[in-house]
């Protein structure tokens, strides 16, 4: 399901992600390789109408992995050793946006941001969201919020690991 979806399906994740890529924009992207080997990337992610959205560089390693397999992760940047924040994860699938008023969406999103927009011609991907989790370390333990479409929110509270 689109960004728009996930987010009213799942607001309390849909909500968490949506700050977290209000206040960095940078996120890792895992896609595969041809050969099936598993590449990350950084990149930057902005939310326009209902749509999250990546520009790529024309006919880039990693937009190219994402034209011939459009299966995803995206994780959020970590703030540290400690990483307070927690850890996001978003998983679904990139969809080639070739339709010109979704590129403008996109481009003037950019815009307003960076005063800057991406110069034709670009890769330009929204993400179909299919499952999305969270996990953040506090005190003796970690709360974990799972999601998955067409199977709801979970949230939990687990004991810290055992050291090994």
């Known amino acids: 399901m689109r960004w728009g979806q996930f987010v009213a399906d799942c607001p309390e994740l849909g909500g968490l992600a949506g700050e977290m890529i209000a206040d960095r924009h940078i996120v890792l992207l895992g896609s595969l390789r041809a050969d099936g080997s598993p590449r990350i990337s950084a990149l930057e992610c902005d939310v326009a109408g209902d749509d999250l959205y990546t520009g790529m560089i024309w006919q880039s390693v990693k ?11 995206l994780h959020s940047l970590p703030a540290g050793l400690s990483n307070p924040a927690g850890d996001l ?35 330009c991907f929204a993400y179909d969201i299919t499952a999305a989790g969270f996990v953040r370390f506090e005190g003796d333990g970690r709360d974990v919020w799972t999601w998955r479409e067409g199977r709801g929110f979970r949230r939990d509270r687990l004991p810290e690991l055992s050291p090994r």
């Open 63 to 73: 937009a190219l992995d994402l034209v011939r397999d459009d299966r995803i992760t």
């Open 89 to 123: 994860k978003l998983y679904g699938r990139a969809v080639d946006v070739r339709d010109p008023a979704g590129r403008e969406a996109y481009g003037e999103v950019i815009f307003a941001r960076l005063e800057w927009r991406p110069d034709e011609p670009y890769h």
